[in-house]
T-cell receptor
Framework: GAGVSQTPSNKVTEKGKYVELRCDPI?????LYWYRQSLGQGPEFLIY????????DSGLPNDRFFAVRPEGSVSTLKIQRTERGDSAVYLC?????????????FGNGTRLTVT | AQKITQTQPGMFVQEKEAVTLDCTYD???????LFWYKQPSSGEMIFLIY??????QNATEGRYSLNFQKARKSANLVISASQLGDSAMYFC????????????FGAGTRLTVKP
């Protein structure tokens, strides 16, 4: 079956611009996660959704970052007034069930470059 | 506070030999899950193996096994009969609790398999 799909795969934007990153999870997966990964580091948690609501947004670095999942499936990560420090790979993941035994299944990421 | 610690930034192993990648974790929750992921240079995150905190036996998946020492809070990944395709970044991760909480990752270990 189809895996987690992220678009675009690459995004180059100028400092100060607004960007949207899209994630389409595996069908039937109720939980959706956003991570940010800088070069040579592990994924850093940003936010996760259970259904339509953000269950935990404690990882969002500041109020320039916002994410939605209006119908409980596709999610969009929105970054306002981008800064060069926002450059990273943004990973989306989904999981089938609740519980600490459920692995996350990742998309291939969106590489964001802010110039 | 850092909950997952991977102390080996880089490891080398000869092809066909076994290698152990270290991971220690910190949690006060009695129910948790431990995961290992592989990230090749192409960037995708590939789920390898899972160990539950209540599991009595070490998890195994093909050439991967997890050396789970609960009292020491360690969950080391053992790769047997290394192959050139095993060269990648390896991340240890943990989910806490019985609810669908987020997954936290370590900083990773870069494994290089030598021919």
């Amino acid at each position: 079956g189809a895996g987690v799909s992220q678009t675009p795969s690459n995004k180059v934007t100028e400092k100060g611009k607004y960007v949207e990153l899209r994630c389409d999870p595996i069908s039937g997966h109720t939980a959706l996660y956003w991570y940010r990964q800088s070069l040579g580091q592990g994924p850093e948690f940003l936010i996760y959704f259970q259904g339509t609501g953000a269950a935990d947004d404690s990882g969002l670095p500041n109020d320039r970052f916002f994410a939605v999942r209006p119908e409980g499936s596709v999610s969009t990560l929105k970054i306002q007034r981008t800064e060069r420090g926002d450059s990273a790979v943004y990973l989306c993941a989904s999981s089938l069930s609740t519980g600490s035994n459920s692995p996350l299944h990742f998309g291939n990421g969106t590489r964001l470059t802010v110039t | 506070a850092q909950k997952i610690t991977q102390t080996q930034p880089g490891m080398f192993v000869q092809e066909k030999e076994a290698v152990t990648l270290d991971c220690t974790y910190d949690t006060s929750d009695p129910s948790y899950g431990l995961f290992w992921y592989k990230q090749p240079s192409s960037g995708e995150m590939i789920f390898l193996i899972y160990q539950g905190s209540y599991d009595q036996q070490n998890a195994t998946e093909g050439r991967y096994s997890l050396n789970f020492q609960k009292a020491r809070k360690s969950a080391n990944l053992v790769i047997s009969a290394s192959q050139l395709g095993d060269s990648a970044m390896y991340f240890c991760a943990m989910r806490e609790g019985d609810l669908n909480n987020d997954m936290r990752f370590g900083a990773g270990t870069r494994l290089t398999v030598k021919p």
